[in-house]
């Protein structure tokens, strides 16, 4: 079986990458961190792009993902796709609610650590059984502090808010979207490793001909290719829709891999980089904080539980 991407795949992820790379440079993300943090604006040239086309499959889908971790790509996009059903451009809010049967569906509760919850048309409400979609202008929304300033996080409120049931959503589909975008966040670490280390020179050679220096970049890469085979995998076993055990145990993979490639190539980077890897004038540091955003962002029941039994047979 070939596993390897076919040609419309790699003009995808190229022509994401040029897309991104021109619309926002690392200096526009900086300042946008500062900012708003967030640029609605640019739904309009995602549709022309074909980003939120019904007809993209998984994989073409991670490779996106990918594109955007690679870049922090600063809009909605992620949490659009990855948490909601498909035709269905919201933000998923989970936590104890209740539902009752009066004039139709009414749901009241609320639900903490809401990614881009500020800039949702609607929020996808898991009540328990039923899923529910609700219009965010029925809703309190309360922005928290976010480490992560590009993607920040809400406190979602209800209060007898109406509401309409929804079909299920694809859970699978956020864990493999998140492991994607964990793999591009890794990528532009080491990316950001590999050109210093090209160029800053001692002793009069660029650091990276010295074993030390080219050793952990090259355990880095390896780390990296390793996450980027198990997310590529997971989101083609998530669109086949194949076995459901094979599948769960593929997304924990790819999970617990993506998260510990962006963290661990960021902490490479930052040790390649020396003093200049730590100071606010690098963009690096945007990268790590998505890469500690993504190692902390909740996984569904499943794939946490099968997660934990790796953890712990990694550790015998």
């Known amino acids: 079986m ?7 795949q790699r003009e995808l992820a190229a022509a994401a990458r040029k897309y991104l790379s021109r619309t926002y440079p690392v200096e526009r993300v900086a300042a946008m961190s500062d900012g708003d943090g967030i ?18 499959g998984m994989v073409e889908l ?13 809009t909605p996009w992620w949490t659009t796709v990855a948490l909601t059903a498909q035709k269905e ?47 965010a202008s029925d809703a309190t929304v309360r922005e928290y502090t976010s480490l992560d300033r590009l993607r ?14 929804l079909a299920p959503v694809g859970r699978d589909r956020a864990a493999a979207l998140l492991a994607c975008e964990a793999v591009g966040v890794a990528a532009r670490a080491m990316d950001f490793a590999v050109d210093y280390a090209k160029t800053r020179e001692q002793f ?16 880095g890469y390896v780390e990296l290719e390793l996450a980027r085979s198990l997310a590529l995998r997971a989101a083609w ?11 769960i145990s593929a997304l924990a993979c790819a999970v617990i891999s993506g998260r510990q490639a962006a963290v661990r190539c960021c902490e490479l980077a930052m040790q390649t980089l020396g003093g200049m890897g730590v100071t606010w004038e690098h963009p690096l540091h945007l990268w790590f904080r998505r890469a500690l955003w993504l190692e ?18 990694e550790t015998r």
């Open 39 to 56: 640029d609605t604006a640019a739904w309009p040239e995602l549709v022309r792009q074909g980003w939120l086309d019904d007809d993209l």
């Open 296 to 313: 902390s962002f909740a996984l569904p029941d499943p794939y946490a539980a099968v997660a934990a039994a790796i953890l712990i047979r």
């Open 152 to 165: 920040r996080m809400y406190e979602v409120r209800l209060d007898d808010a109406p509401a309409r049931p």
């Open 62 to 74: 991670g490779l996106l993902a990918q594109e955007s971790g690679y870049t922090l790509h600063p």
């Open 237 to 247: 076993l998530v669109g086949d829709q194949g076995d459901s055990d094979e599948r």
């Open 2 to 8: 070939d596993f390897a991407l076919t040609e419309t």
């Open 89 to 135: 451009p919201s933000t998923l809010v989970t936590g104890n609610f209740v539902a009752r049967d009066g004039n139709g569906w009414r749901l009241s509760g609320n639900s903490v650590l809401v990614p881009d919850a500020g800039t949702a048309a609607h929020f996808v409400v898991d009540a328990g059984d039923q899923l529910f979609i609700v219009g």
């Open 204 to 219: 009069g050679r660029p650091i990276g001909s010295f074993q030390a220096v080219a050793h952990q970049l090259a355990e």
